[in-house]
């Protein structure tokens, strides 16, 4: 038996001609979609051949990079004495994102509250901390870190400093946006009944801020402690500086095994920081 | 309370009910007292191992402030404003070495973005039935992630040499974990009835995957790919400092060499092509795409 396809618009060449502008405007969509695909693809072949790309680099970095993952079997730190060296500069880490962005959140929540504009109601404030806030996160927190280490010398107080100084770009401008989101009827309630100002921020405002912004730090302490792998490359403390040591020495073993550490803490506060989110949540 | 006009229950039944809320408001309060106290310890054991005193801070604020005074004025001593042609002396090389850095985040983030379209796919529930091959791609994806792109790049200087290369192959496996992620999450929560159809009427999955999944998740994979990049910008500014391409190899040897005013006139020029591309990709992202989560 053969299957036939249902006529579904017997008088389909009538209904083209009669609504010629819908069916043209469905292809000129099409056209415009293609041409954008092709443009972005011509525009990535011509960046390759820019910074370089050569199949035959490609391939030979490839090899090479296949003969690293091999001397990285198995995984090891060598020996007890560096083991619990690399655990010493896992806690200095950990610390560093800790400090990170809660003692930056200290900064910036004063000033978050500031620059929102429910909160003073005033426009200049606003656009400078809100600029401010801005040209501090453009500059990267690694960038910060080494310009810190050049400042006060080596060592985990320059990264500590780094990290609380461009933290307090990123999450200024969060805590400000939150604090901007947040409903105005409570805050008209308790203005109303009689409530100052202040009141009227600690009861009508805080309130729904502080759920919210306990979230963002979690979800940043996550996130800064990778940036705190890092920032020990230029010296600032932290496992990136063993990281970095043994990859310039070629210790292939103790470099995989210094890479699991990493990704086992990172999954571990987030498992971690999950759980605080969901108690935090019931309240 | 007597006077009120409000009925309110007899003391003795109310009595309990208080006495409840007190104790369930009491255990609140030391819940929250216990995580309070334990975060206090964990900052001031973060501060010691960090060597983090504010003591310190205040010895050294004279080499702080020393250090930004000195970024803002010329080798001669004039402030940097008063003769900008001698600030931007290196214009064009410096010009040259953002557009690097701009065209390295440009391709890595497409690079990666293909490889997380692909991996998307494979880790999500409703296209992959076998949930060994969805966890494995689901842990690659992690594992991607949390290695910081300046790491690959470190380890890519060395299999792929000094330069451009080893930074795009770096931001482009890091964005591919980071994009895959947000991918998947997208193809999970995507209104399953449009595949259902093509899947009874006998559609491949590659069908249903064309006309079903892709039209729901389209605009916001641009919405992320198109915030990846506006990071990896960011990313890739940094990438320079393990010779991996980009300004911030020229950036790290004025850092080194105490060159304050290249150091100041590198930093502005990056803050205003970030600000410029901050401010163009929010244009675009509001003008063509609606805000990633939502479907169409």
Redesign the interface.
Same mark, same amino acid.
């Given at each position: 038996m053969k299957l036939r396809r249902p006529e579904l618009f017997p008088n389909l060449a009538k209904i083209q001609a009669e609504h010629s502008v819908m069916f043209r405007a469905q292809t000129q969509e099409r056209y415009r979609h293609i041409a954008i695909a092709a443009a $972005?693809l011509v525009?990535?072949l011509l +960046? !390759?051949g *820019? =910074?370089? *790309?050569t199949p035959l680099?490609?391939i030979?970095?490839?090899v090479? *990079?296949g003969a690293?993952l091999a001397r990285m079997m198995p995984p090891s730190p060598g020996s007890w004495e560096h083991f619990w060296l690399y655990m010493d500069a896992l806690?200095?880490t950990? +610390?560093?994102a %800790?400090?990170g962005v809660?003692?930056s959140a200290l900064i910036a929540l004063p000033l978050a509250l500031l620059a929102a504009r429910n909160v003073t109601g005033s426009q200049i404030l606003h656009i400078i901390l809100r600029r401010l806030f @801005? $040209?501090i996160r453009?500059? @990267?927190r *690694? /960038?910060w870190a =080494?310009?810190f280490v050049?400042? &006060?010398g080596l060592?985990?107080?320059a990264?500590? %400093?780094a990290l609380l100084v461009s933290n307090i770009g990123t999450l200024g401008k969060v805590f400000s946006e939150t604090i901007e989101a947040t409903d105005q009827k409570p805050v008209e309630g308790v203005l109303s009944s009689g409530g100052t100002g202040t009141t009227a921020l600690r009861f009508g405002i805080i309130p729904q801020a502080i759920p919210v912004i306990t979230g963002q730090l979690l979800y940043y302490f996550e996130s800064d402690t990778?940036?705190a792998? /890092?920032i020990g490359?230029?010296g600032a403390?932290g496992i990136g500086l063993t %990281? !970095?040591e043994e990859?310039r020495t070629?210790e292939w073993t103790h &470099?995989a095994f210094l890479?699991i550490m990493? &990704?086992i803490t990172?999954?571990l506060i987030d498992i971690l920081s999950a759980y605080l989110r969901r108690t935090l949540a019931r309240? | 309370m007597t006077n009120s006009p409000l009925q309110t229950l007899p003391d003795a039944q109310l009595a309990p009910m208080q006495r409840a809320y007190a104790e369930a408001q009491a255990a609140k309060n030391l819940r929250l007292a216990a995580m309070f106290i334990a975060f206090v310890i964990a900052l001031v054991l973060s501060a010691d191992v960090t060597e983090l005193n504010p003591v310190k801070l205040w010895e050294r604020r004279g080499e702080l402030l020393d250090y930004f005074n000195h970024l803002a004025h010329l080798e001669n001593g004039a402030w940097v404003i008063s003769d900008p042609v001698e600030w931007f002396w290196n214009l064009k090389g410096w010009s040259l070495l953002l557009l690097e850095t701009i065209v390295m985040s440009y391709v890595g983030t497409l690079t990666g973005a293909a490889v997380a379209f692909v991996l998307c796919f494979v880790a999500s529930t409703n296209i992959t039935q076998n949930p060994l091959t969805r966890a494995a791609a689901r842990r690659a994806m992690e594992i991607l992630r949390t290695v910081p792109d300046l790491v690959f790049a470190l380890i890519f200087v060395e299999a792929f040499g000094l330069g451009p290369m080893a930074g795009v192959l770096a931001l482009a496996l890091h964005t591919s974990g980071a994009l895959g992620k947000q991918f998947f999450e997208l193809v999970e929560n995507i209104d399953p009835k449009p595949m259902d159809g093509i899947l009874a009427s006998g559609g491949s999955k590659l069908h249903a995957i064309r006309f079903a999944v892709l039209p729901q998740i389209i605009a916001g994979l641009a919405s992320y790919t198109v915030l990846r990049f506006e990071i990896n910008v960011r990313e890739a500014s940094v990438l320079g400092y393990v010779g991996a391409g980009g300004i911030g190899f020229k950036l790290l040897e004025a850092i080194r060499k105490f060159y304050y005013s290249d150091i100041s006139a590198i930093l502005v020029m990056l803050m205003l092509t970030v600000f410029a591309i901050e401010i163009s990709m929010s244009y675009a992202r509001a003008k063509f795409l609606p805000e990633p989560g939502t479907t169409r």
């Amino acid at each position: 038996m053969k299957l036939r396809r249902p006529e579904l618009f017997p008088n389909l060449a009538k209904i083209q001609a009669e609504h010629s502008v819908m069916f043209r405007a469905q292809t000129q969509e099409r056209y415009r979609h293609i041409a954008i695909a092709a443009a $972005m693809l011509v525009a990535l072949l011509l +960046g !390759y051949g *820019f =910074l370089g *790309f050569t199949p035959l680099r490609f391939i030979n970095g490839l090899v090479r *990079f296949g003969a690293i993952l091999a001397r990285m079997m198995p995984p090891s730190p060598g020996s007890w004495e560096h083991f619990w060296l690399y655990m010493d500069a896992l806690a200095q880490t950990l +610390g560093l994102a %800790l400090i990170g962005v809660f003692g930056s959140a200290l900064i910036a929540l004063p000033l978050a509250l500031l620059a929102a504009r429910n909160v003073t109601g005033s426009q200049i404030l606003h656009i400078i901390l809100r600029r401010l806030f @801005d $040209m501090i996160r453009t500059i @990267d927190r *690694f /960038i910060w870190a =080494l310009i810190f280490v050049r400042a &006060v010398g080596l060592g985990p107080f320059a990264g500590a %400093l780094a990290l609380l100084v461009s933290n307090i770009g990123t999450l200024g401008k969060v805590f400000s946006e939150t604090i901007e989101a947040t409903d105005q009827k409570p805050v008209e309630g308790v203005l109303s009944s009689g409530g100052t100002g202040t009141t009227a921020l600690r009861f009508g405002i805080i309130p729904q801020a502080i759920p919210v912004i306990t979230g963002q730090l979690l979800y940043y302490f996550e996130s800064d402690t990778r940036s705190a792998t /890092i920032i020990g490359i230029v010296g600032a403390g932290g496992i990136g500086l063993t %990281l !970095y040591e043994e990859i310039r020495t070629l210790e292939w073993t103790h &470099v995989a095994f210094l890479l699991i550490m990493i &990704v086992i803490t990172v999954a571990l506060i987030d498992i971690l920081s999950a759980y605080l989110r969901r108690t935090l949540a019931r309240g | 309370m007597t006077n009120s006009p409000l009925q309110t229950l007899p003391d003795a039944q109310l009595a309990p009910m208080q006495r409840a809320y007190a104790e369930a408001q009491a255990a609140k309060n030391l819940r929250l007292a216990a995580m309070f106290i334990a975060f206090v310890i964990a900052l001031v054991l973060s501060a010691d191992v960090t060597e983090l005193n504010p003591v310190k801070l205040w010895e050294r604020r004279g080499e702080l402030l020393d250090y930004f005074n000195h970024l803002a004025h010329l080798e001669n001593g004039a402030w940097v404003i008063s003769d900008p042609v001698e600030w931007f002396w290196n214009l064009k090389g410096w010009s040259l070495l953002l557009l690097e850095t701009i065209v390295m985040s440009y391709v890595g983030t497409l690079t990666g973005a293909a490889v997380a379209f692909v991996l998307c796919f494979v880790a999500s529930t409703n296209i992959t039935q076998n949930p060994l091959t969805r966890a494995a791609a689901r842990r690659a994806m992690e594992i991607l992630r949390t290695v910081p792109d300046l790491v690959f790049a470190l380890i890519f200087v060395e299999a792929f040499g000094l330069g451009p290369m080893a930074g795009v192959l770096a931001l482009a496996l890091h964005t591919s974990g980071a994009l895959g992620k947000q991918f998947f999450e997208l193809v999970e929560n995507i209104d399953p009835k449009p595949m259902d159809g093509i899947l009874a009427s006998g559609g491949s999955k590659l069908h249903a995957i064309r006309f079903a999944v892709l039209p729901q998740i389209i605009a916001g994979l641009a919405s992320y790919t198109v915030l990846r990049f506006e990071i990896n910008v960011r990313e890739a500014s940094v990438l320079g400092y393990v010779g991996a391409g980009g300004i911030g190899f020229k950036l790290l040897e004025a850092i080194r060499k105490f060159y304050y005013s290249d150091i100041s006139a590198i930093l502005v020029m990056l803050m205003l092509t970030v600000f410029a591309i901050e401010i163009s990709m929010s244009y675009a992202r509001a003008k063509f795409l609606p805000e990633p989560g939502t479907t169409r």
